[in-house]
Nanobody, 122 residues
Framework: QVQLVESGGGLVQPGGSLGLSCVAS????????MGWFRQAPGKEREFVAA????????YYTDSVKGRFSISRDNAKNTMYLQMNSLKPEDTAVYYC???????????????WGQGTQVTVSS
């Protein structure tokens, strides 16, 4: 099993920046990829970004390309999401997820964190 804990959420003005972190513990040796998802009130959960653990290949949903950057520190079992040029529509609970099987990066995640709130408002 893998346990995930997100941190770094908060309130930020439109155009501002915020950084999120996710620490993985437990049986992390078999991790193929980790990713970020988000869910706004009344909306379905949405894929945001993912990174493969071995080579660091990254993949982003179109709405965040050029604004968000995903990275990882393998030695610390930690994943990061740097969010720049934030918009009100980025407001959501952001969830960290881990994937143990290879394949597409938009789904198939096995373990989930509890989420951290990101609010973009003036």
């Amino acid at each position: 099993q893998v346990q995930l804990v997100e941190s770094g959420g908060g309130l930020v003005q439109p155009g501002g920046s915020l950084g999120l972190s996710c620490v993985a513990s437990g049986r992390t040796f078999s991790t193929y990829a980790m990713g970020w998802f988000r869910q706004a009130p009344g909306k379905e959960r949405e894929f945001v970004a993912a990174i493969t653990w071995s080579l660091g290949y990254t993949y982003y949903t179109d709405s965040v390309k050029g604004r968000f950057s995903i990275s990882r520190d393998n030695a610390k079992n930690t994943m990061y999401l740097q969010m720049n040029s934030l918009k009100p529509e980025d407001t959501a609970v952001y969830y960290c997820a881990a994937k143990q099987t290879n394949g597409v990066l938009r789904n198939g995640y096995h373990f989930w964190g509890q989420g951290t709130q990101v609010t973009v408002s003036s």
